[in-house]
C-alpha cells in the first residue's frame, strides 16, 4: 500500500536510507540521518510517500524543490529508495507513479532525478518510468575518497 508518511514511520524509513547513506555512493552525503530528522520531513511541507505490507515500511519516495526561487516553482527533485530485497517487486514504480501524478496535481511541470553515474540499475529505472538524461555532472560527489559523477534525469509531467 502507498499512502502519506508519518513521523511512526520514522524508524522504518531510516532503516533503509541510512544504510545507503552509509555504505553506498546512492547519495553522496555521508551524513545519517536521525530518526528526528526523518520525523520532520513527514510533517513538513514537501510530500513524502511510504510503501507499506504487513506494517514494515518497504521503501519510501519524496519531493522537494528542484531550486530556491519562484521561477522554479513548478520543478521538483526527487529521493527514492526502497529495501534492497524489495528491489524487483513492482513497488519502486507504483511508488513513484504515485509520487509523480500527486506532483502533477500540485501543478509541478517537470521532476528530476540526481543519479549516481554508478548506479546503473536507478538509471534503468528512472528511463523505464520515462525519465531521460539531461545531463551529466563530472566529479561533483565526493564520497569514499573519490570523485563521483551524477546524472541528471527528467520526465516532464
Known sequence: MIRAAMTTDAPGIAAIWN???RDTTITFSPVQKSEAEIAALTTGPDPFLVWGEAGQILGFARYFPFRSGPGYLHTVEHTILLRPDCWGRGGGRVLMTALCNLARDHGKHSMFAGVCAEN??????????GFVEVARLPEVGFKFGRWIDLVLMQKRL
Open 19 to 21: 544504510p545507503v547513506i
Open 120 to 129: 546503473d540499475a536507478g538509471r534503468a529505472f528512472h528511463i523505464a518510468l
